[in-house]
T-cell receptor, first 113, second 118 residues
């Protein structure tokens, strides 16, 4: 089955700096890679996703890169703000409707004002 | 669009009682709904996958007689924790996938239900 590893487990950055979170996966058949932000006591919210037919996707301050050969993908947050503080999870899936998501272990991001 | 709700948002119950949690897709029809459990500072642990009108598929180690899942319609799935005990206290989250369209790969998550068993 799929195995998703996520690093680092905790990350502290100064406001305005960039934050990078990395994930690796093992199943070469995985082709859909979402990133979720989870605030305390709430459900995960999708912030960006990427499919295996592209290498990079950007949405304002958030970007995701994918290296299919190396089986890793990364989340990049630029110009971080205190409200970016949360736990971030990566996931990998084979992409068909109803297919299971395999989640990383999460990264607790703290943005220091 | 693609909003998933859960009810209740939190519940406290006595040991031995049963608790039902509802998961609804509010503005779309969901082919599949997933139930997760999350312990503090940990990742989401998939408990079961349910499809409308069929029996749920449980992950290894999840007791199907303890965690009853009913997926009666394309917009509603319920999780019943039977004879709850303190070790069942956790954050339960559901998600749903859309039937078709450009967002069919995505899982849309509910806000979660905090269960505390005394």
């Amino acid at each position: 089955g799929e195995n998703v590893e996520q690093h680092p487990s905790t990350l502290s950055v100064q406001e305005g700096d960039s934050a990078v979170i990395k994930c690796t996966y093992s199943d070469s058949a995985s082709n859909y890679f979402p990133w979720y932000k989870q605030e305390l006591g709430k459900g995960p919210q999708l912030i960006i996703d990427i499919r295996s037919n592209v290498g990079e996707k950007k949405d304002q301050r958030i970007a995701v890169t994918l290296n299919k050969t190396a089986k890793h993908f990364s989340l990049h947050i630029t110009e971080t703000q205190p409200e970016d503080s949360a736990v971030y999870f990566c996931a990998a899936s084979r992409g068909n409707t109803g297919n299971q998501f395999y989640f990383g272990t999460g990264t607790s991001l703290t943005v220091i004002p | 669009g693609a909003v998933v709700s859960q009810h209740p948002s939190w519940v406290i119950c006595k040991s031995g009682t049963s608790v039902k949690i509802e998961c609804r897709s509010l503005d779309f029809q969901a082919t599949t709904m997933f139930w997760y459990r999350q312990f503090p500072k940990q990742s989401l642990m998939l408990m079961a996958t349910s499809n409308e009108g069929s029996k749920a598929t449980y992950e290894q180690g999840v007791e199907k007689d303890k965690f009853l899942i009913n997926h009666a319609s394309l917009t509603l799935s319920t999780l019943t924790v039977t004879s709850a005990h303190p070790e069942d206290s956790s954050f339960y989250i559901c998600s749903a996938t859309i039937i078709a369209g450009e967002r069919e790969n995505e899982q849309f998550f509910g806000p979660g239900t905090r269960l505390t068993v005394l």
